[in-house]
């Protein structure tokens, strides 16, 4: 999980909570066959509530790039 970054709950069921983004990052998400199942903007001191009620119970990895540093971090979140 990126130093910063905090997301809860884990394992989620309906809404995944992205909080405390200390600079602006595009976030992509990944299931467990390598397909992008979510790609966005998100920005400085914001809190991001990513729906994924809809989504395949599994495992997913956030690839998250922040824009100032170019530094790529990863996290992963269990749907279930």
């Given at each position: 999980e990126e130093a910063?970054?905090?997301l809860y709950p884990n394992?989620?069921?309906d809404n995944i909570i992205i909080t405390n983004l200390?600079?602006?990052y595009t976030l992509?998400?990944?299931n467990t066959i390598g397909q992008l199942v979510y790609d966005d903007s998100l920005e400085k001191?914001?809190?991001v509530v990513i729906d994924?009620?809809?989504w395949s119970k599994g495992n997913y990895n956030l690839i998250?790039?922040?824009k100032e540093?170019?530094?790529i971090s990863s996290a992963k979140i269990i749907v279930q």
């Open positions: 910063g970054v905090k394992p989620v069921t200390e600079n602006d992509k998400i990944y001191n914001r809190n994924v009620s809809k998250f790039n922040d540093n170019n530094k």
